[in-house]
C-alpha cells in the first residue's frame, strides 16, 4: 500500500497535535479535507465522476453491459466492481503491484454494497432468468494522498448518480423475445442513489480519533475503523483495519462519530450533485487537465 | 534502481515503460488495464522511442520510469502517449536530444488522413505511427499495418511528418510558456 | 500470488517446542504499548484462509472469491496478538482450511488460528477469542454463533474478535443491513460479551493439551534437546 515513512519526531508531533484538536493541516479531528467532485468526464462510459481529496486522485468509470442474472437472484441485475491502481500513482504499483491493493478495495465495495437497499438491483434487470444489467463500476486510482476508501466511495456515489442506462423495450415475438433499444438517446434509467453508502474511515491516533487521516497521520495509526453509512445514518459495513486493536469503549464512540461526519458527507456530496445537475449541458467541464 | 539490480546497465540509464488502459476508456469495456498483447506491444513501443530520445549515457547504473494511463480512448493511442510522455520527460528535467513528437496516418480513397480518430481506426485500411525527432527529422519509431502501395507511402510519410512537425510547434509553446510561469513564480 | 487449489496447504509437520513447557503455568505478558511493533527484523507473518472447494452448500463456486478478504481479516486479527518482535527475521505460516463450513466460519478460524499458535509456543500477547453475530431479516434480532442456514438468510453478519485479558478488540468484520442505527453498537457489545464466554473453555483446552503432551514426553527426556520450533523457519 502507498505509504509514507515518519520518523518517531514526527510521529510524536502529530500525535501531540491531533490531542489538542489542531492537525497538521489546521483541521480538528471530525474535518474532511476540501472534495473536489466532477462528473460525467469520461464520454465512452454510462456514468463517471473524478474525486480529489487533497492528493488523492480517484477516478471511477461505470459501464452497463447486457448480461445474464445470477442464478440464486433471477430478476435483479448485479453491480461488479473493479480497481486498478495505477503505476501513476505509485511505482510500487507498477505490473501485478497493485493487484492486492485493489482487491481489498473491490472487496471492501462488495462489502458495502452487500445489502438489499443501496442500489435498487430489481431496476437493472430485463427480463427475468435471461437479461439484465451488469454495472460494471470501474476504479481507477490516479494518485494516493492517504484516506483511499472514503474517496473511492464518494466517487463510487458520484458515478453512478452520473449514470444513465439506456431503456430497452422487450418484444414478445415467436421463436423467441427480442431486446429493443430506445431510439431517443436521453429515454434513459437514473439510479435512486439515496441509499447509497459512504465510506467514513476513522483512524486512532494516540487516544483520539480522526476522519480524513493524511498520508502522515495513516502512518501514525496502528488501527481503524472503516464504517459504511447511508444518508440516514445507517451503517451498512464495519471493519478494522490496520494491525493494531481498539479499545471496545473507542469503538461505540468512532461508530458515533462516524454516523455524524457520514451524514454531513452524504448531504453535501448531494448538494453538490444537484446543483451541477441544474447546470446542465451550460456547465464548463474541467476534466482530466484541470 | 528499483526491483532487482540485474536489470541495471553499467553504461547507460534503463528506460522502463508501462502503458496501461483504463478499463472503461474503450467503447467496450477492458477485461485488464495491463499486460495484455496490444498493451505490452505498445509498452515495447514506447520504450524503443524513448530509448532513441533519452540521453540514457549520461546516467549509468539507473532508471527511468515512464508510466502512460489512457483515461479515454479515442483514436491515436500511442501518439498521445508519446507526446505526454515527451512533455513529462521534459517536465522532470531529464536531457533529450529532441522533443519526440508522433502523429498517426492513414490512406482512404486515394487522400492521406493525419491523426486519425477511433472510428478512422475502426474502418481498417493502412495506418501508419510516425514518431519523429523534429529538429533533425530523425524517425525514432516508424510502424505501418495492412496493405498499402509503395507509390502511396511516400504521402502518407509527408502527412504524418508535417502533423507531427505541428504538434512540435505547439509543445515548445506550451513549454516554454510554463518555463515562463515557473521562472517568473520563482523569480518573485 | 497464484494459488494452487489442487494441494491442502499447511505445515508439513507440527510440533510444540516442549523447551518452554514443563516451566509451569505462564506469566501474564505486561500490555502492548499500542500494539504490536512494525520492526523490520520482526517476524513476517504469513496468514492464509483458504476454503475446501467442497465446504459450502449448492455449487462448488470460485475458490478464490472471498479467500484474499478472509485471509487479509484473518492477519489483522491475529497480528495485534502476536509477539512480533521477539522473532526477529523469522516468517511463521498459519493456514486455516474450511473443510466443512456449518456458519461461523471466520470465527471459528480464527480461534483454531490463536490457539495453534498458542500451541506453537509463539509467544502472545493474548489468545484469540472470535465470535460470529446474525441478524434474521424481519425481527431483527442477533443471533451468537448462528448456524449455516441461520447465516445464508440472515440480512447482517458480524465476526468480532477481541484480546480476552486485555480487553482490545483485534477484528471486527461485518457487513449487511444492521436495522436501527443502535443496533450495530449492541451487536458489538453482544460479540464481544460472547468472546468472554468462550475464552475460559479455550483456555483449558490449551492448558488440557499441554497437561497431556507433558505427561507423555516424560518418558523419552532425551528428546527434549533435539526439538526446536518448527513452524518459526529463519
Redesign the interface.
Known amino acids: 500500500m502507498a505509504s509514507v515513512v515518519l520518523s518517531e519526531a514526527e510521529k510524536v508531533y502529530i500525535m501531540h497535535g491531533v490531542q489538542e484538536d489542531l492537525r497538521v493541516d489546521g483541521r480538528g479531528c471530525e474535518d474532511y479535507r476540501c472534495i473536489e467532485v466532477e462528473t460525467d468526464v469520461v464520454s465512452n462510459t454510462s456514468g463517471s465522476a473524478r474525486v480529489k481529496l487533497g492528493h488523492t486522485d480517484i477516478l471511477v468509470g461505470v459501464k452497463a453491459e447486457m448480461g445474464t442474472p445470477k ?1 440464486d437472484r433471477p430478476n435483479e441485475g448485479y453491480l461488479e466492481f473493479f480497481v486498478d491502481c495505477s503505476a501513476n500513482a505509485t511505482p510500487e504499483f507498477e505490473g501485478r503491484g497493485g493487484e ?1 491493493l485493489g ?2 478495495i473491490a ?1 471492501t465495495l462488495y ?2 454494497f ?4 443501496s442500489i435498487d438491483l430489481k431496476l437493472l434487470c430485463i427480463n427475468p432468468r435471461e437479461n439484465c444489467w451488469v454495472l460494471y463500476v470501474d476504479v481507477l486510482l490516479l494518485e494516493c494522498g492517504g484516506n483511499l476508501f472514503d474517496a473511492i466511495s464518494v466517487a463510487v456515489k458520484a458515478a453512478l448518480f452520473n449514470t444513465r442506462i439506456p431503456k430497452v423495450r422487450v418484444l414478445e415475438e415467436e421463436g423467441g423475445r427480442e431486446i429493443e433499444l430506445s431510439d431517443d438517446p436521453f429515454d434513459c434509467i437514473r439510479l435512486n442513489v439515496d441509499n447509497v453508502p459512504c465510506i467514513v474511515t476513522l483512524s486512532k491516533i494516540g487516544y483520539r480519533h480522526i476522519v480524513d487521516a493524511t498520508l502522515q497521520e495513516e502512518a501514525c495509526s ?2 481503524s ?1 472503516l464504517i ?1 453509512v447511508t444518508s440516514r ?16 469503549e473507542s ?2 464512540e468512532m ?1 458515533e462519530t462516524g ?1 455524524r461526519v457520514g451524514k454531513l458527507l452524504h448531504s453535501s456530496l448531494q448538494t453538490v450533485l444537484d446543483e451541477e445537475e441544474k447546470l446542465g449541458s451550460a456547465r464548463k467541464k474541467v476534466g482530466f487537465l484541470g | 534502481m528499483r526491483g532487482s539490480r540485474s536489470k541495471a546497465l553499467h553504461d547507460q540509464a534503463l528506460v522502463n515503460c508501462q502503458y496501461s488502459m483504463a478499463t472503461f476508456s474503450t467503447g467496450d469495456r477492458k477485461r485488464r488495464p495491463h499486460g495484455d498483447r496490444q498493451s505490452s506491444e505498445m509498452t515495447l513501443h514506447l520504450k524503443q522511442t524513448f530509448e532513441a530520445a533519452i540521453l540514457t549515457q549520461l546516467y549509468p547504473r539507473s532508471q527511468i520510469d515512464i508510466y502512460v494511463q489512457i483515461l479515454q480512448a479515442d483514436g491515436g493511442n500511442y501518439c498521445a502517449s508519446v507526446n505526454a510522455a515527451t512533455l513529462a520527460v521534459i517536465d522532470a528535467g531529464i536531457p533529450m536530444r529532441d522533443y519526440v513528437c508522433a502523429c498517426s496516418a492513414g490512406f482512404i480513397e486515394e487522400t492521406p488522413l493525419a491523426d486519425l480518430n477511433y472510428v478512422e481506426e475502426v474502418t481498417g485500411g493502412p495506418q501508419l505511427a510516425l514518431a519523429l525527432l523534429p529538429k533533425s527529422d530523425q524517425i525514432a519509431l516508424l510502424e505501418m499495418n495492412a496493405r498499402l502501395h509503395e507509390d502511396h507511402l511516400e504521402r502518407i510519410i509527408e502527412a504524418a511528418s508535417k502533423a507531427c512537425k505541428d504538434v512540435y510547434a505547439v509543445l515548445d509553446q506550451v513549454v516554454r510558456e510554463h518555463l515562463q510561469e515557473v521562472t517568473a513564480l520563482l523569480g518573485k | 500470488m497464484p494459488l494452487d487449489h489442487r494441494r491442502v496447504p499447511g505445515p508439513e509437520e507440527s510440533q510444540a517446542p516442549l523447551l518452554f513447557v514443563p516451566s509451569g503455568a505462564k506469566e501474564s505478558e505486561p500490555p ?1 504499548a ?3 511493533h ?1 520492526d523490520p527484523t520482526a517476524l513476517q507473518p504469513l496468514f492464509e484462509f483458504r476454503r475446501a472447494p467442497f465446504s459450502g452448500r449448492g ?1 462448488r463456486g470460485r475458490p478464490s472469491d ?1 479467500e ?2 478472509l485471509s ?1 481479516a484473518l492477519q ?2 491475529l ?3 502476536v509477539r512480533l518482535a521477539r522473532y526477529p527475521r523469522a516468517q511463521v505460516d498459519v493456514s486455516a482450511l474450511l473443510l466443512q463450513d456449518g456458519g461461523s466460519a471466520l470465527a471459528a478460524a480464527l480461534c483454531a488460528a490463536g490457539l495453534a499458535l498458542a500451541d506453537a509456543g509463539i509467544e502472545l500477547y493474548d489468545l484469540v477469542v472470535a465470535c460470529a453475530l446474525c441478524r434474521a431479516p424481519s425481527e431483527g434480532e442477533w443471533l451468537l454463533q448462528p448456524s449455516e442456514p441461520e447465516e445464508r438468510a440472515a ?2 453478519r ?1 465476526t468480532v474478535a477481541l ?1 480476552p485479558s ?16 443502535d443496533s ?2 449492541q451487536a ?2 453482544l460479540g ?1 460479551d460472547g468472546c468472554q464466554r468462550l475464552y475460559p473453555l479455550l483456555r483449558q483446552s490449551l492448558l488440557r493439551a499441554v497437561k497431556r503432551r507433558t505427561a507423555d514426553t516424560q518418558e523419552p527426556s532425551e528428546r527434549e534437546e533435539a526439538v526446536e520450533p518448527p513452524v518459526v523457519t529463519a
Do not use: Y
Open positions: 442464478l492486492e482487491t481489498e472487496n462489502r458495502i452487500n445489502n438489499e437497499s496502528l488501527a475503523l459504511s445514518g445507517t451503517l451498512t459495513c464495519m471493519k478494522k483495519v490496520g494491525r493494531g486493536s481498539l479499545d471496545p469503538i461505540f461508530m454516523k | 502492548p499500542g500494539a504490536a512494525r455449487a472471498r484474499p478478504e487479509l489483522e486479527a497480528e495485534p496478538a440480512a447482517a458480524l484480546l486485555l480487553n482490545q478488540v483485534s477484528g471486527l468484520l461485518g457487513s449487511g443491513e444492521g436495522g436501527p442505527p450495530w453498537a458489538v457489545r464481544l
